[in-house]
């Protein structure tokens, strides 16, 4: 049974398809789990949320030298602390967790809905990860183009903010009638859950301090009881509402009270990147660590917040994302999506005709269903004008590519392009076409001097 599996630093979520049936079905699709990226390494066990009913969240105040909670971030070969379960890497950590993952929802195979920020090394790590964990990886798709997808969105420009734990992630669309492209990624490492954690807590600290003169934050057990009850904290500010907060410390209790506008003050770092994006359609996923749905200091701002109860109809993936694998049955990293929103799309439901995948919805014969294409790349050999690499598209006229690090780069220069000799000295190639050395849109260049995949497109 296939499986799709939302990943997070934060919050993965875990859904299980029902069913092949169209996208009028999607309600079958189920959400089995939500696991958050912590791992507690406790002696000689690693113990996650998956089997554990003691959560490794719920002691990372107490025991943070024990708790590894950026291995999903860093989703790479990082070296993590000394410990006595034999975890060496953050990929050792990501296996476990699959693992876990694995044996509670018998999984077998799985499409992997992944952060913007994640690279071709991450993927390649996170592709060889599965494999290790015995699971197959059916698709891979970029979470803002998959969550932009969903959305009743206009043509034009539109922006997908990824509030994960450790920092945040701007995604920039293009939103045209035929497709969904990621075409820019913006990374603030700053600013994430955990540092509006801080903040949530050091607004906590000074009122606890100037009630009661108790600092909650100087003991481990009533910092970690604060740290519990932010969510809920959060909530009430939202709504407008004072929040009295209460910590037990050596049988006492102490007690503060806060105000809603304190709160606000508290998370002002994410509300001021919010209203500085400079987009009319803002798509905003906190990952589930805080409902900020009707903050007064947005209202102003029109926000489609991703919503914890969504499915987010991963069950149209069979449908949606086109050229999942390559024709060597490599999976193929998925930045760009079939636009399914019927009003964008140039033929409209206007007159009772029937629906098909191009227009916003699929048939019972999925096998058939094709998104539409412009005429101009009906013919057999399209010469391509871009190229395009992690969201990045840049005319091929401008394009240089680097292999510095052992790692295929793509930068856009003043200079002369050096595309066509790379391809012409053998530095690059087309995958399944090597003897061929003129760009066809669709083509996927690789080279054997480094790890990485350039895409090319024909813009008309």
């Not at 805080?290 to 069979?318: K, Y």
Request: proline content about 3%; glycine content about 4%; aromatic content about 4%.
């Amino acid at each position: 049974m296939s499986h799709i599996l939302h990943v997070s630093d934060h919050n993965l979520l875990l859904q299980r398809l029902n069913s092949t049936s169209p996208p009028s079905d999607s309600k079958q699709d189920t959400l089995v789990a939500r696991s958050q990226g912590y791992a507690w390494l406790k002696g000689d066990q690693v113990l996650f949320d998956v089997n554990s009913d003691d959560k490794p969240v719920a002691h990372c105040r107490i025991a943070p030298q024990q708790i590894n909670s950026r291995y999903w971030q860093q989703c790479a070969q990082t070296a993590i602390a000394s410990n006595g379960a034999g975890m060496r890497h953050a990929a050792d950590l990501i296996w476990k967790h699959l693992a876990e993952l694995k044996s509670k929802h018998t999984l077998e195979t799985l499409a992997m809905i992944v952060p913007a920020n994640y690279r071709d090394s991450h993927l390649q790590l996170l592709l060889g990860v599965a494999k290790a964990a015995g699971l197959e990886v059916s698709a891979l798709i970029s979470k803002p183009v998959l969550a932009a997808q969903q959305q009743n969105l206009s043509q034009g420009h539109a922006m997908h903010v990824d509030v994960q734990l450790h920092e945040t992630v701007i995604s920039t669309l293009e939103i045209t009638d035929a497709k969904i492209n990621l075409v820019d990624v913006d990374i603030k490492p700053k600013l994430g859950i955990q540092s509006l954690q801080e903040s949530l807590l050091q607004v906590l600290q000074e009122n606890f301090i100037r009630t009661d003169r108790f600092d909650p934050l100087h003991d481990a057990d009533t910092e970690q009881q604060l740290f519990d009850q932010l969510p809920d904290i959060v909530a009430s500010a939202v709504n407008g509402e004072k929040s009295t907060v209460g910590v037990q410390h050596q049988g006492k209790l102490y007690s503060a009270v806060i105000a809603s506008n304190e709160i606000e003050s508290a998370l002002s770092e994410l509300i001021s990147q919010l209203n500085q994006l400079d987009s009319k359609q803002l798509l905003v996923d906190t990952n589930t660590s805080f409902n900020l749905r009707r903050l007064p200091s947005l209202a102003s701002r029109a926000i489609t917040w991703a919503s914890d109860d969504s499915t987010l109809a991963a069950g149209l993936l069979t449908y949606r994302a086109t050229n999942t694998k390559d024709a060597s049955g490599n999976v193929v990293f998925q930045t760009s999506l079939v636009n399914l929103n019927v009003s964008a799309m140039p033929n409209k439901q206007a007159h009772g005709e029937e629906v098909t995948a191009s227009s916003g919805r699929c048939d019972d014969n999925p096998a058939e269903a094709k998104p539409a294409r412009p005429a101009a790349l009906d013919s057999k050999f399209v010469a391509a004008t871009h190229l395009m690499q992690f969201g990045l598209i840049v005319p091929i006229a401008q394009a240089r590519i680097s292999t510095k690090g052992a790692v295929l780069s793509l930068t856009k220069s003043a200079n002369a392009s050096d595309v066509n000799v790379l391809l012409k000295d053998g530095s690059l190639h087309i995958v399944n076409d090597k003897k061929r050395k003129e760009l066809s849109a669709n083509d996927r260049i690789m080279s054997p001097l480094a790890d990485g995949v350039i895409t090319a497109a024909t813009i008309i």
